[in-house]
């Protein structure tokens, strides 16, 4: 069993509907949690950066992290053409500048 | 402000041979970390250098090693290609301060995509 789990998708939205993307993970020593982007043949990107449990907004984006279900969520809302990508979940247990553990990626397709 | 850079883009070599992977941190950065990425799956962990000495390192036989320069550009080598080791070789950096933050996060390069025939 992976220590990231994620659903790769593909997941299909038509624009401007809210994306929900989430993972799951075993190891309870996570406590740094990240979401990255990722366009064809490129690196990824980061978008959200969570620490511990809890919510974090950044304009369309919210991050949601339950450490008791272990269990971490990104919510896009007003999904556009270009949010079209695979998104990375990221965990470490010490500090985000320290070895990330991965899921697999969601890909999405925000249909216009 | 120069992101991520690694070179080259694009690498086929065939199996038993060995490569070479450039990377030059974010200006202000002086950690640098190297993932493997294979099509369809997530970036997984190789070795993170700090202070041109390997800090940690994952799940990777010794056929990988790094290095890294007073500049803290950083190389990875991969000795005895294999098939297996196609896959997208990720740079990530980022700036030990020591306390946990948004300033530790890592940022990536765009990749460099290894094909072992």
């Known amino acids: 069993q992976k220590e990231v789990e994620q659903d790769p998708g593909p997941l299909s939205v038509p624009e401007g509907a809210i994306v929900s993307l989430n993972c799951t993970y075993s190891n309870s020593a996570f406590q740094y949690f990240m979401w990255y982007r990722q366009y064809s043949r490129k690196g990824p990107e980061l978008l959200m950066y969570?620490?511990?449990?809890g919510n974090k907004e950044d304009g369309r984006f919210t991050a949601q992290v339950d450490k008791s279900s272990k269990y971490i969520s990104l919510f896009i809302r007003d999904s556009q053409p270009s949010d079209s990508a695979t998104y990375l979940c990221?965990?470490?247990?010490?500090?985000?500048?320290?070895?990330?553990?991965f899921g697999g990626g969601t890909r999405v397709l925000v249909k216009p | 402000d120069a992101g991520v850079t690694q070179s080259p883009t694009h690498l086929i070599k065939t199996r038993g041979q060995q490569v070479t992977l450039r990377c030059s941190p974010k200006s202000g950065h002086d950690t640098v970390s190297w993932y493997q990425q294979a099509l369809g799956q997530g970036p997984q962990f190789i070795f993170q250098?700090?202070?041109?000495?390997?800090?940690q390192r994952g799940n990777f036989p010794d056929r990988f090693s790094g290095h890294q320069f007073p500049n803290y550009s950083s190389e990875l080598n991969v000795n005895a290609l294999l098939l297996g080791d196609s896959a997208l070789y990720l740079c990530?950096?980022?700036?030990?301060?020591?306390?946990?933050?948004?300033?530790?996060?890592?940022?990536f390069g765009p990749g460099t995509r290894l094909t072992v025939l």
């Open positions: 969570t620490y511990s449990s």
């Open positions: 990221a965990m470490s247990p010490r500090a985000a500048g320290n070895k990330l553990t």
């Open positions: 990530a950096s980022s700036f030990y301060t020591g306390l946990a933050g948004p300033t530790d996060t890592q940022y």
């Open positions: 250098y700090y202070e041109e000495e390997e800090r």
